[in-house]
């Protein structure tokens, strides 16, 4: 469930990551070749450093952690209801019920709320 978990995750945020740290990087190449002073070479330099081992823990080292040590699935209203899980049938349908009236903008009694 975990391996799925962190698979998904990195299918999903795995490209906008690279993305981001491919833009900073070729950002950074320019004040790197362009800078005349010491001190924007210096710092062009090791904010690539820090992107580069910021790319490398995100996509390696992060999925591979959370998918060894990462949080307990998170079971939905039906495994709840099927299992008896935490708060039962009724503690999972409540909530759901709470969550979507206060979407749909209903309050108590299915009465829609006063615009404030």
Known sequence: MRDERARDALKEMGRPIFQGGISSL????LLYIGASSYIFVVFAAL???????????AIF????????????????VN???GHGGAGGEEGGLEMSQTIATKRSGKGEG???RPDD
């Open 26 to 29: 070729l950002g950074l190449v």
């Open 47 to 57: 904010l690539m450093c820090v992107i580069v081992l910021g790319l490398l823990h």
């Open 61 to 76: 080292v992060l999925p591979v952690l959370l998918s060894l040590f990462g949080p307990a699935p998170v079971l939905s």
């Open 79 to 81: 495994d709840e209801a």
């Open 110 to 112: 299915g009465k829609s």
